[in-house]
């Protein structure tokens, strides 16, 4: 939100500097994220605000009367101005398209006050993108000597606008110093929703007021009704007092449409707002000073609509099927869910959101109908995310907007509009007002304050300061009953709305002031979370064996999982930010390799993994959320060097390596098994399950080749694999302790031939159960297949190791175990001893 320095101005006295005000507002919780000059002279010194802008130098840029436009003798879109800057007249050129109609006419009976520039000043370079700073010099222009210029609003960084020059208001002291007569600065802040109550001057100006013990100046609002009342004019029927608490309808007739007084257009560009004519910019301006948006009708549209009769304003919720048309020009398809402004005929507006084409204040428009009302700010939120339309108004809206200010800003609304459109306001207003909210009541002591804050204040300082934000407080003793003013939703009932009266203490006593103090209370006993604990350790080993972690989005698309395979009912988001992010993932892989695709053009080798949910429907149950571990892997098994130019790619095997130190350092490594699985997703014969006590917790492999053409990932293969969390945290971890042999151990090779389709694992299994506690190691270290083993065979070297706690072994030991061992392997295997 944009807050001019000057409009505050009308609000509360502020007698600090700028960076001051910027100060006391982000330590009170509204965040000024930067500080725009327009005009005023700019800090010498560094500040820790982000500080833009342009000073306008006093000497040379004043205001400036044009008393004749006359035509350049030699370019038909110039013009030649008589200037006067108050000590002496100059004759200056310009283009400015609204000067054409003054041209040729003489001198004029009312002259124009306009903004000048003499040589030397320092404006924005108007017919450049952005601003670009120039220095005004003297020079000839079709024969015409220039040396100073009438200045548009994008030259002196007011706005962007630069197809004309401003054309000041009559009251402009001409030769006074333009700094002097509308210089400002422009604080940005960043208004939390919490904050809503502040989304307009007024608030901002209550805040500071508070702040700085400054009385607020609220604003009067005198009308001068005559006619007839518009309550015989207009009714008002709610349908749903939930979603519209409270309606109000105000008339004014004879309105002149025009263009509102520069000072303001001025305000509003300077607040980010566009002006357009006298009585939208009243809306508008409303709107910025109170926070109370309000929407004008064309009354004698809704007349025409009515046939004649009274004119009955509807809120209600669409029908099936209903459109309309908004100011945007579009046509909206409308939502059952979604509340509208409407009349016996159909739809006026969106509710909160914004205004049909059909009504809307034109040229020709000469009775308003001004409305102004209170929303259900979720609704509110709702349709406007359903339409993408995030106006000012919709801003507000779904924050939270208090009923009471529906008639306040209706008065001020109508205050304006008479005042720039000449127009008369009816007498009364229509106000519906079925749910009136109820006030809370929060008690707060002194006792609570110290043990909330740490600090010390009694309880009629503690009255004192909420009494400043305009808070009912009620002192008895030590506690004081506090009740939020009319115009504050953010305050709860009872242990929510201590908390939130302790934030409003806080804020104004200072957070900078609160002091330093240890813990009080007892420390709650801590809780541990095993499930998290055991991720974490999870998560760093991986990154130690070389993979680098990433973080997806949970929401997806099924056409993007469908790539991996993956089918079968998702859960479908309500209300999703994207098409591509319309359903939660059922397949944590599917996203990994999203990542690999978008990497793989950047980088040859990757690592990634990831721990996350996946999601799977339930019916109309919330959906059941399953932790994840998935892998993926592609590229060389390691970087080329000098020395080695070439490197292999990385394999199944690798993969398989990555797996087992996982599982071993798990302290999973008893009971692992790997068998040979299937999957679409996986190329055949290079995939496997990961078996613990004959229970699958995961799948690997090389992904399908006709998979991998769904994707962009490169030439070289990639590994990947995925893993149920639950099913491996339920293995219990086996913290076996030996003593360190003092015997050596008696080391040697033996080499069987099986058949291909015996797995190695389950010779090795038969080994180490064989050479039961004497054999300490088995490592399989060549695979051998050829003609010397035969055709369907396949030779397997194994490492043994014999080792006794207690004793040497000796040779003839070591024979008989081998010998049991060959046995056992012939007899259930059909093995022979190679060689």
């Avoid at 030397?120 to 108007?126: P, Q, S, W």
């Avoid at 333009?178 to 208004?191: H, N």
């Avoid at 199944?652 to 087992?660: P, Q, R, T």
Wanted: glycine share 8%; proline share 7%.
């Amino acid at each position: 939100m944009y807050v001019p320095i000057s409009w505050l101005k009308d609000f509360v006295e502020i007698d600090i500097p700028v960076e001051e005000v910027a100060r006391l507002l982000t330590f009170a919780g509204l965040e000024v994220e930067e500080i725009r000059y327009v005009g005023w002279p700019m800090p010498n010194e560094s500040t820790s605000f982000k500080i833009t802008g342009l000073s306008w130098d006093p000497e040379k840029i004043v205001v400036g009367e044009v008393r004749e436009v006359m035509p350049h003798p030699n370019a038909d879109r110039l013009v030649l101005c008589r200037l006067f800057d108050g000590r002496q007249e100059h004759t200056v050129l310009t283009g400015a398209p609204n000067l054409f109609p003054y041209k040729g006419k003489g001198p004029l009976a009312r002259p124009l006050k306009v903004a000048y520039a003499k040589e030397g000043a320092r404006l924005y370079d108007g017919h450049k993108e952005g601003q670009v700073l120039m220095t005004l010099k003297r020079t000839k222009i079709r024969g015409v000597e220039s040396y100073s210029m009438v200045c548009s609003e994008k030259e002196l960084g007011i706005s962007e606008e630069h197809e004309g020059i401003i054309i000041l208001d009559d009251d402009a002291p001409v030769g006074a110093p333009l700094a002097d007569y509308m210089g400002d600065a422009v604080l940005s802040i960043d208004i939390l929703p919490n904050m809503a109550r502040n989304t307009g001057m007024l608030g901002i100006a209550r805040e500071l007021a508070a702040l700085t013990g400054k009385p607020l100046k609220k604003p009067e609002t005198p009308l001068d009704p005559s006619g007839q009342p518009v309550e015989e004019l207009v009714a008002i029927r709610i349908e749903n007092p939930e979603l519209n608490p409270r309606f109000v309808l105000g008339l004014i007739r004879d309105v002149e449409i025009r263009p509102s007084p520069y000072w303001v257009q001025r305000r509003l560009r300077l607040a980010g707002v566009r002006p357009i004519n006298c009585i939208v910019d009243a809306t508008n301006y409303t709107m910025l000073e109170l926070g109370e948006p309000l929407h004008a009708f064309d009354y004698d549209v809704l007349l025409k609509r009515a046939k004649g009769g009274k004119v009955t304003i509807i809120t209600r919720t669409a029908k099936p099927g209903e459109k309309l048309v908004t100011l945007d020009g579009e046509e909206r398809a409308l939502d059952p869910s979604q509340v509208l402004v409407c009349d016996e005929a159909g739809a006026l507006s969106i509710a909160g959101v914004m205004g049909g084409l059909e009504s809307e204040v034109t040229e020709q428009t000469r009775n308003v109908l001004l409305e102004g009302a209170a929303w259900n700010f979720i609704n509110i939120r709702r349709t406007a995310n359903a339409h993408n339309l995030h106006s000012e108004a919709s801003f507000r809206f779904s924050r939270g907007v208090h009923p009471a200010l529906a008639e306040e800003g209706v008065r001020r609304g109508l205050y304006w509009m008479a005042a720039w459109s000449g127009g008369k306001v009816a007498p009364g207003l229509v106000d519906n007002y079925p749910l009136p909210p109820e006030a809370p009541r929060v008690e707060v002591s002194a006792a609570d304050v110290k043990r909330h804050l740490g600090i010390e204040l009694s309880a009629q300082e503690i009255a004192d300061l909420l009494s400043r934000l305009e808070f009912t407080c009620e002192v008895t003793g030590e506690n004081v009953t506090v009740t939020p003013p009319p115009f504050r939703m953010d305050i709860g009932e009872g242990v929510v709305g201590v908390a939130d009266v302790m934030e409003e203490i806080a804020r104004l006593y200072g957070y900078d002031r609160i002091p330093e103090t240890r813990i009080a209370d007892a420390l709650p006993p801590q809780v541990g979370n095993p499930t998290h604990t055991w991720e974490e350790s999870l998560r760093d080993l991986l990154a130690g064996l070389g993979l680098q972690e990433v973080i997806t989005y949970r929401m997806t698309s099924p056409e993007r999982e469908a790539r991996l395979g993956v089918e079968g009912e998702h859960v479908r988001l309500a209300n999703p930010v994207t098409p591509e992010r319309r359903v939660l993932r059922r397949s944590l892989l599917a996203s990994v390799l999203d990542v690999v695709e978008r990497n793989a053009r950047l980088r040859e080798t990757l690592a990634f993994f990831e721990i996350g949910p996946v999601f799977l429907p339930r019916g109309d149950d919330l959906p059941e959320e399953q932790p994840r571990l998935a892998i993926a892997m592609t590229g060389r098994r390691h970087e080329p060097a000098w020395d080695s130019p070439e490197s292999p790619g990385l394999d199944f095997y690798d993969l398989k390596g990555v797996i087992e130190a996982m599982l071993t350092a798990l302290r999973v490594g008893e009971g692992v098994s790997y068998e040979p699985a299937e999957h679409p997703a996986f190329h055949p014969g290079k995939c496997a399950r990961v078996m613990v006590e004959g229970k699958e917790i995961g799948l690997f492999g090389e992904i399908h080749p006709l998979v991998a053409e769904k994707y962009e990932f490169g030439e070289r293969p990639v590994l990947a694999a995925e893993f149920d969390l639950e099913a491996l945290r339920a293995v219990p971890p086996r913290l076996e302790v030996e003593s360190v042999p003092t015997h050596p151990p008696v080391l040697e090779d033996i080499a069987v031939v099986v058949d291909e389709s015996v797995p190695a694992g389950e010779v090795e299994a038969l080994i180490r159960q064989t050479g039961g506690k004497l054999l300490a190691d088995v490592r399989l270290f060549d695979v051998y297949r050829g003609e010397q083993v035969g055709e369907g065979k396949k030779s397997l070297a194994y490492s043994l190791t014999y080792q006794a706690p207690d004793r040497t072994l000796t040779d003839k030991e070591a024979a008989r175990i081998r010998a049991k061992i060959v046995r056992r392997l012939e007899r259930e295997l059909g093995a022979r001893l190679r060689g």
